[in-house]
Nanobody, 114 residues
Framework: VQLVESGGGLVQPGGSLRLSCAAS????????MNWYRQAPGKERELVAS????????YYADSVKGRFFISRDNDKNTVYLQMNSLKPEDTAVYYC????????WGQGTQVTVSS
C-alpha cells in the first residue's frame, strides 16, 4: 500500500496550491479519502474528506470556502485545491485512506509566508 502526496511548497498569503495524493496497493474506490494537517506544536486535524464515489464532502470550518477536495477513481488520486492561503494554513499535509483499514501518506509541507 502506498499513498504519495505531492504539490506542497512555499506560497505567499493569498496564493493557491494543489495537493495530489496518488494511491496504490488497495481498492481505491472503496475508501473514503481524507486530508489532514499538522502544524508545529499542534495536533493533527482533519481538513477535508470525500466519500468513496465522491458524492459527499466535508470541510473543517477553518478552510470552508477556500479548500476543495476531489478525486479521480480512474487515476486512483485525490486532490486538495487550496485557495486564498493564509499563514495559519502552514502545516504538513497528510493523505489518509479509510475504510476497514486506514493508510497514511508521508506528508507534504505547505508553508504560507511572505
Amino acid at each position: 500500500v502506498q499513498l504519495v502526496e505531492s504539490g506542497g511548497g512555499l506560497v505567499q498569503p493569498g496564493g493557491s496550491l494543489r495537493l495530489s495524493c496518488a494511491a496504490s496497493g488497495f481498492t481505491f474506490n472503496r475508501y473514503t479519502m481524507n486530508w489532514y494537517r499538522q502544524a508545529p506544536g499542534k495536533e493533527r486535524e482533519l481538513v477535508a474528506s470525500i466519500t468513496s464515489v465522491g458524492t459527499s464532502t466535508y470541510y473543517a470550518d477553518s478552510v470552508k470556502g477556500r479548500f476543495f477536495i476531489s478525486r479521480d477513481n480512474d487515476k486512483n488520486t485525490v486532490y486538495l485545491q487550496m485557495n486564498s492561503l493564509k499563514p495559519e494554513d502552514t502545516a504538513v499535509y497528510y493523505c489518509n485512506a479509510r475504510s476497514f483499514s486506514s493508510f497514511w501518506g508521508q506528508g507534504t509541507q505547505v508553508t504560507v509566508s511572505s
